[in-house]
Nanobody, 122 residues
Framework: VQLQASGGGLVQAGGSLRLSCAASERTVSYWIIGWFRQAPRKEREFVAAISRSGDTYAADSVKGRFTVSRDNAKDTVYLQMHSLKPEDTAAYYC?????????????????WGQGTLVTVSS
């Protein structure tokens, strides 16, 4: 399956962005869709995920600021980001996992989209 992530850009600290992720095969509700990010010279880290049933999970670093959701009619998963901080600057990736259980490890995901760059200026 091919994943297409979009919506990145340049935003000032305190601002908001919404990232989108669409899948080319099967509906996004078939997969656990995870969002990860990778800043320069850092490891790829888990941000948030949404399960097949619609349960959502978020990393402690983004809880209360980022929300993952799914629009089944548009077959798209979103990552709504509020109160952005300079340390949120990274390439953001969406990924699909075919297993039923959640994973916060990049190794737990089968398919990856290309990254979309989020830059938060101070």
């Amino acid at each position: 399956v091919q994943l297409q992530a979009s919506g990145g850009g340049l935003v000032q600290a305190g601002g908001s962005l919404r990232l989108s992720c669409a899948a080319s095969e099967r509906t996004v509700s078939y997969w656990i869709i995870g969002w990860f990010r990778q800043a320069p010279r850092k490891e790829r880290e888990f941000v948030a995920a949404i399960s097949r049933s619609g349960d959502t999970y978020a990393a402690d670093s983004v809880k209360g600021r980022f929300t993952v959701s799914r629009d089944n009619a548009k077959d798209t998963v979103y990552l709504q980001m509020h109160s952005l901080k300079p340390e949120d600057t990274a390439a953001y990736y969406c990924a699909a996992r075919g297993m039923l259980s959640l994973s916060t490890s990049p190794n737990g995901y089968d398919y990856w989209g290309q990254g979309t760059l989020v830059t938060v200026s101070s």
